[in-house]
């Protein structure tokens, strides 16, 4: 069964830093881009960070540049995102999703919450 499942989202304060997984099954991660989108209460679903399969390039939302990091480790068909920094304007639903950085993506997870708060 293909399955990409995120965790590791939860309540932090302003100025913390949480730590997304991507586990992937039932398919290779190797051969996708690896994507993360957020999706905050009456907002549309936007790109956080994307990076691609054969290279490592990495792209981000002007929102989240020096602020998160994505990252990929293809040996245990995982992704992360590193979240530091952390702003209540982050709180969203945070899905990842495989398939090109171009904008065409295969699966979805399911979503983790993260919502950012004092």
């Given at each position: 069964?293909?399955?990409l499942v995120e965790s590791g989202?939860?309540?932090v304060q302003p100025g913390g830093s949480l730590?997304?997984?991507c586990a992937a099954s039932g398919f290779t991660l190797d051969y996708y881009d690896i994507g993360?989108?957020?999706?905050?209460p009456g907002k549309e679903r936007e790109g956080v960070s994307c990076i691609r399969s054969y290279d490592g390039i990495t792209y981000y939302a002007d929102s989240v540049k020096g602020r998160f990091t994505v990252s990929r480790d293809n040996a245990n068909n995982m992704?992360?995102?590193?979240m530091n920094s952390l702003k209540p304007e982050d709180t969203a639903v945070y899905y990842c999703a495989?398939?090109?950085c171009l904008g065409d993506?295969?699966?979805w997870g399911q979503g983790t919450q993260v919502a950012v708060s004092s």
């Open positions: 069964q293909v399955q989202g939860g309540l730590r997304l997984s993360w989108f957020r999706q905050a992704a992360y995102l590193r495989a398939g090109t993506y295969d699966y």
